[in-house]
């Protein structure tokens, strides 16, 4: 961190708020910065998308407002904010460990409530415009197949990620206030700001990553929405988020050697479903393990790569659906 970003957090926690800002809303004033940039980048590139393609654009955009509007959306947003602010209030008796506790049951809940919308969502958006022939008065238009799936992705997308960054940096705050709140419990010397935000910042690479297996689910879903309906499509979707995490932990376990067999499905199941535990940093995020940011790259290269090969698979079974 350079000399000057050093002297902005050099006061310590101890002062009163009366004479000085305490050290974790100092500590938070970067990344609420942060998440302003975001919400530009992630506002222009959804107008980009409905500048570059038009029609699929409005598809997406439709798609997002509808998946707003539901109950749905408040109801997931409204749990996760909650469930994000009464964490840090609880105890869980870990000797001065708690801050962990938080950072890992945070990014947990953070993934969850963003995949289960996505999931959600995706499985009734295709399935039930298919199902009501709302479908086929849109395919009726020129509007192709493709740009159908795609818009759909697309919209879904769009309503996650709002979700997820009014949950991301939300979490990113409350492990900041954490830290002081741990240590004004524990009697303790408050944390300057400069260490709570050089704690809080190694959570980003988890927030990543979770946002890429939302991606990797949301791809899958829509595929799987084009010939089911939602309550098979979610089970699916939940099999594979499981099997995901945990039949890789089976493959490099030594259970391949002492029952072949269970080793020989669970390198099978990894060929051909998403090994979702590429993702899953949350308990070395919480353990102060540094994730290197290659690492991130890669997995996103994964993710992007096995979506696209999902909405490839989409637009086969799409392709000769009958509509009528």
Not at 136 to 161: C, D, H, N, S
Not at 276 to 303: C, K, R
Request: hydrophobic share 55%.
């Amino acid at each position: 961190m350079s000399t000057a970003v050093s002297a902005l957090y050099s006061i310590s926690a101890s002062a009163s708020p009366l004479f000085g800002v305490p050290a974790w809303l100092k500590a938070t004033w970067p990344i609420d910065q942060a998440a302003l940039v975001a919400v530009a980048i992630f506002v222009v590139a959804v107008a980009l998308i409905r500048w570059l393609a038009p029609r699929c654009g409005a598809i997406a955009w439709v798609t997002a407002k509808e998946t707003a509007l539901q109950p749905l959306f408040l109801i997931l947003t409204l749990f996760g904010l909650f469930g994000l602010f009464i964490f840090p209030f609880l105890p869980y008796h870990t000797l001065g460990e708690d801050v962990k506790i938080v950072v890992s049951q945070g990014l947990t809940l953070v993934k969850l409530v963003c995949v289960f919308l996505a999931i959600w969502t995706a499985s009734s958006s295709i399935a039930d415009e298919i199902e009501g022939k709302t479908a086929l008065m849109i395919l009726a238009k020129p509007v192709g197949r493709q740009k159908f799936v795609f818009g759909k992705y697309l919209g879904v997308m769009i309503a996650v990620t709002a979700l997820f960054l009014i949950l991301g940096f939300f979490f990113m705050n409350t492990v900041a206030y954490k830290l002081a709140y741990d240590a004004r419990e524990s009697a303790k010397e408050l944390p300057t700001a400069i260490e709570c935000y050089q704690y809080v910042a190694k959570m980003a690479p988890g927030l990543c990553l979770a946002y890429f297996e939302t991606v990797v689910l949301t791809a899958i879903s829509i595929a799987i929405s084009t010939r089911l309906p939602l309550l098979p499509n979610l089970t699916i979707c939940l099999t594979i988020y499981a099997l995901g995490h945990v039949v890789p932990t089976l493959v490099v376990s030594n259970v391949g050697e002492t029952m072949p067999i269970v080793g020989f499905f669970a390198n099978l199941i990894c060929a051909v479903t998403p090994i979702l535990e590429h993702f899953n940093m949350e308990t070395a995020i919480a353990m102060d393990q540094a994730v290197p940011w290659d690492y991130v790259a890669t997995a996103g290269v994964y993710s992007f790569l096995f979506a696209g090969v999902a909405m490839l698979l989409s637009l086969l079974l799409f392709e000769d659906r009958d509509l009528a």
